[in-house]
């Protein structure tokens, strides 16, 4: 599957992918890059939606916890650098 990616998303999954974000646990998550509350929360709720950023352990609701790149969030972003090159 290929997603499109605007900037911002791409720019969040680098984010996540350099370790640099905290994710809340919830059915609609928030973003925290660099200990800062992401201000684009509709990008990351497509993030998480289209299963791209995960969670990397389970936590009670509303905890933040290390966000990940999921398998295909993975692929996604090197899609994107791949296309770029």
């Known amino acids: 599957m290929t997603t499109e990616l605007n900037h911002r998303?791409?720019?969040?999954?680098?984010?996540?992918?350099?370790?640099r974000a905290e994710i809340s646990c919830s059915c609609e998550p928030d973003l925290f890059i660099d200990?800062?509350?992401?201000?684009?929360?509709?990008?990351?709720?497509?993030?998480?939606?289209?299963?791209?950023?995960?969670?990397?352990?389970?936590?009670?609701?509303?905890?933040?916890?290390?966000?990940?790149?999921?398998?295909?969030g993975s692929r996604a972003l090197g899609e994107v650098f791949a296309a770029a090159a």
């Open 9 to 19: 998303e791409r720019a969040t999954l680098r984010a996540v992918a350099g370790g």
């Open 35 to 72: 200990g800062l509350s992401c201000c684009d929360q509709s990008t990351v709720h497509r993030l998480a939606r289209l299963g791209l950023i995960a969670p990397a352990s389970p936590g009670k609701c509303g905890t933040r916890v290390p966000a990940v790149l999921t398998e295909a």
